[in-house]
């Protein structure tokens, strides 16, 4: 009976995922893989064991349905700008409770006997290793997203050397520990190490980078929940284990890809590896638009799109640009935002804040698409984003962003940046796309901007 | 060396599940489009919640009055759990978002 239901849990869990290929079906997925969880939650409770265990309903119920209230209190309330923090610490929960789940086997294995052969005992500590890199590394890229003051790129001298010397601690430590004795001692040392490498594989790697540590730690808590299904020869976790692997591991290609960067060059910290960006001479003087021209020149064009960044997430200005869009599509423009694979804090983050303000998907173009698309642009507004359009990915082969794929914006008629100040992007490079003369400037926040665009639009 | 291969012959039927489910979660994964990508996240987040099914069969095994382990065990339920029910009902919420012109 049990196995049956985990054959059917395993069948929606998959099934689920294959329907998140197209936002019409997505939602029906979701569900479906709802369901296959709560299916396999419930062949667990039910499945009969051999020695006919002892049940301790009470442990299980109290903090399943504790966990679903809060669970679902967070889920309700979170904004969906906070989407990065929330996965986050969703995900560091998912690695402390596979840690604390390997720690009480290897404890059990110690203690009270049982199974212990060296396989299952190496799968235990490496499972315990993954899985605190998970959870103190996800709590750290929280702080980090969240905005902490201390958390912002801290680099130790010599943090190579002290990360490969917290590894190397690790191997011998549990080498020790399978090979010469058993001591539990050496257990927790292993796992106050891990919990400390977690901790020092994150801090270097800058706020931009985010996309690509989310994914990686989310690549880690599959690859720990499938080792937990081998250690309780469950399949259905060791399959749930590999779909979230490989959903983590494609992500985190994905977006090294979009910032043409090796995963190692991440990890390793960021763009300050690069070397020293010779800063370049007065590339002239940048153009200054007002409201109200900017204003006419939206609306008596045919086609606008909008390139929206970082900034304009943390302004929370989404619902703006849709009013903007409204407005504008009265008068007959073609409206539609080309979004940046790593626009934003996370893999496909600028697209939900998007669909909350009510855009619909079909405006939202991808990068191949919209490089297309912009040679028949009116105008190019990009909100908020900086590196993501600067033409020395392309231009200038010595920019640390060279060769990274980027929104070839200039090739519309003209271009209005909104920014707050001439300030470099987050590559500390300056974007020579601001000095290009079908280029103007639209100083301010993204909101106070996109409000007073808003009202001189409604004059019109 | 011997064991290794030892090993592998032992868990063939597994080796072949492992080998299978990669695949197949690198080929459902792919075809996801960009824009779906921050509720991928999410939901694998939740699905990798599934730990917690080995923190049930660990309490159900538990002796009731091994109390260190029983403790330890619900912390990682709960701790896994509110991963899965928060994960589920946020992505839920971010996908009817992607659906709201539909319904009108």
């Known amino acids: 009976m049990d196995k049956l239901i985990f054959l059917f849990a395993a069948f929606f869990l998959v099934w689920g995922l294959r329907l998140q290929s197209s936002p019409e079906s997505a939602a029906r997925g979701n569900k479906y893989a709802a369901l296959g969880m709560f299916l396999s939650i419930f062949g667990a409770i039910i499945m009969p064991f051999e020695n006919s265990g002892f049940n301790n309903y009470l442990w299980i119920f109290l903090p399943l349905t504790a966990s679903s209230i809060i669970g679902y209190g967070i889920a309700k309330k979170i904004k969906m700008t906070s989407m990065p923090q929330m996965v986050s610490i969703f995900n560091g929960l998912g690695g402390l409770s596979a840690v604390l789940l390997s720690f009480i086997e290897l404890y059990k294995t110690s203690f009270l006997g049982g199974e212990s052969s060296l396989a299952y005992q190496m799968t235990l500590v490496l499972s315990l290793f993954i899985g605190s890199i998970a959870f103190t590394g996800s709590m750290l890229a929280f702080a980090k997203l969240d905005g902490y003051k201390w958390s912002e790129k801290l680099t130790l001298p010599y943090q190579h050397i002290i990360n490969i010397v917290l590894l190397v601690a690790i191997l011998y430590f549990s080498y020790q520990y399978f090979e010469v004795n058993n001591d539990f001692n050496l257990i927790y040392l292993v796992l106050g190490i891990s919990l400390l490498y977690g901790i020092f594989f994150v801090a270097p790697i800058g706020g931009a980078d985010m996309p690509v540590v989310i994914s990686l730690l989310n690549s880690f808590t599959g690859l720990t929940a499938a080792l937990t299904g081998i250690i309780f020869d469950n399949k259905v976790m060791l399959l749930g284990g590999i779909l979230v692997g490989a959903a983590g591991t494609i992500l985190t290609i994905l977006m090294c890809k979009a910032m043409n960067r090796s995963l190692l060059n991440v990890i390793v910290g960021g763009f300050s590896s690069s070397g020293k960006q010779t800063v370049k001479e007065d590339q002239g003087d940048v153009k200054e638009i007002n409201d109200s021209d900017f204003a006419v020149q939206l609306f008596y064009s045919s086609k606008v799109i909008i390139i929206p960044g970082y900034g304009l997430a943390v302004a929370q200005a989404q619902k703006l640009c849709k009013e903007i869009q409204e407005i504008l599509e009265t008068n007959d423009v073609e409206v539609k935002y080309a979004i940046h694979p790593v626009a934003g804090r996370m893999p496909g983050h600028m697209n939900v804040l998007l669909a909350e303000a009510d855009v619909d998907y079909s405006k939202l173009i991808e990068l191949e698409q919209a490089n297309e698309e912009f040679k028949s642009t009116d105008v190019a507004v990009i909100v908020g984003a900086n590196d993501v359009v600067n033409p020395d990915a392309i231009d200038d082969s010595s920019s640390p962003l060279f060769g990274m794929p980027i929104l070839k914006v200039w090739e519309s008629k003209s271009t209005v940046v909104l920014k707050r100040s001439m300030s470099a992007g987050y590559a500390g490079v300056q974007n020579p796309l601001f000095f290009r003369d079908n280029n103007k400037m639209y100083f301010g926040d993204a909101k106070d901007s996109l409000q007073r665009l808003s009202t001189e639009l409604k004059t019109l | ?104």
């Open chain 2, 1 to 104: 060396m011997e064991s290794i291969i030892d090993f592998l012959i032992t868990n063939e039927i597994l080796i072949y599940l492992l080998l299978f489910t990669i695949l197949l979660g690198f080929e459902v994964i792919s075809k996801v489009p960009s824009i779906l990508h921050t509720p991928l996240m999410s939901g694998a987040n939740a699905i990798s919640g599934i730990v917690i099914l080995g923190a049930i069969i660990l309490i159900r095994n538990t002796s009731p009055d091994n109390y260190i382990v029983l403790t330890l065990a619900s912390i990682a339920l709960s701790v896994g759990s509110i991963n899965v029910f928060g994960g589920f009902f946020v992505t839920n919420r971010m996908l009817s978002m992607f659906n709201k012109k539909n319904k009108k």
